[in-house]
């Protein structure tokens, strides 16, 4: 069974930081590319950000370019998303996903459960 299990989420203040951690288990993690995808309240999914298997290649949105980082550590079967310079408007559910490919944001059947992260003074 494919279990993604995102974690490291909570209340941050503006300027802040906070990393994410995604467990996957139930498929060869080291074989997929994967992407963090979030949710705010009242609005569509949107992408974040993507590494390629060996995790050589990120990509990032706009929205998060220059503040966010994703990385991944195949031996332990986990993603990361390195949240730096946090703001009101990534205040969202994040989600790790089993895809490289944007198109992740219209199958929420490869996400994982989600870790909220709220972002206020």
């Known amino acids: 069974e494919v279990q993604l299990v995102e974690s490291g989420g909570g209340l941050v203040q503006p300027g802040g930081s906070l990393r994410l951690s995604c467990a996957a288990s139930?498929?060869?993690?080291?074989?997929?590319?994967m992407s963090w995808v979030r949710q705010a309240p009242g609005k569509g999914p949107e992408w974040v950000s993507a590494?390629?298997?060996?995790?050589?290649?990120?990509y990032y949105a706009d929205s998060v370019k220059g503040r966010f980082t994703i990385s991944r550590d195949n031996a332990k079967n986990t993603l990361y998303l390195q949240m730096n310079s946090l703001k009101p408007e990534d205040t969202a559910k994040y989600y790790c996903a089993l895809s490289g490919t944007r198109v992740v944001i219209t199958r929420p059947d490869y996400w994982g459960q989600g870790t909220q992260v709220t972002v206020s003074s």
């Open positions: 590494v390629n298997t060996g995790g050589s290649a990120m």
């Open positions: 139930g498929f060869a993690f080291e074989m997929f590319d």
